[in-house]
């Protein structure tokens, strides 16, 4: 994969700006990954953004909606051939992962153990985040979730947000 010659603080701005565009688009959804742990104090870096979807057909209608009028296109394809994402991508429980005009974001049908929006809600927590309403998993949920991952980063994030929910604690 070619270095991405932006600045971290470059890229991180681009992220902050596509999740506020996300955010008042009226979808619903769930900050997942690395930007939820971000939120939650974690001193991790992350090139993404990650979500899980409301699978509810109108929720899925303003997704697309939106993905639409960011250019999102799947990731990874070769040189010179461009492939949208369909509401059938979004409908699915699997990943699609995109690079948006505003920077790499990921939506998600399911994360580890299968779980989808629904599963999700109790694990979640609304922030204010630039006016608006924004849904995070709970460290707590991403710490559990993590301990049973197979996936050597989830294993080596393990520490970092161990210690973070510690601190957070302690306040």
């Known amino acids: 994969m070619p270095s991405d010659p932006r600045k971290p603080e470059q890229r991180g701005s681009e992220l902050t700006n596509l999740l506020e565009q996300l955010c008042g688009a009226g979808i619903d959804f769930i900050l997942v990954g690395g930007l939820a ?27 697309l909606d939106f993905i639409r009028s960011v250019n999102a296109r799947h990731r990874g394809r070769p040189e010179g051939q461009v492939l949208y994402p369909t509401l059938q991508d979004l409908n699915a ?23 989808g929006y629904d599963d999700l809600l109790g694990d979640s927590s609304e922030i204010q985040f630039r006016g608006h309403n924004l849904r995070i998993l709970k460290l707590e ?28 604690k302690k306040k």
Do not use: W
Not at 151 to 167: G, M
């Open 141 to 168: 949920a991403m710490i559990r979730m993590k301990r049973s991952s197979t996936r050597e980063k989830d294993k080596r994030y393990l520490p970092l947000l161990d210690e973070t929910l510690r601190r957070s």
């Open 37 to 63: 742990a971000v939120s939650q104090g974690a001193p991790i870096t992350t090139f993404d953004i990650d979500i899980v979807p409301s699978n509810q057909k109108s929720n899925l209608g303003k997704l």
């Open 93 to 115: 429980s699997g990943h699609c992962l995109l690079m948006t005009d505003c920077g790499p974001l990921d939506i998600l049908g399911t994360i580890e153990q299968g779980l």
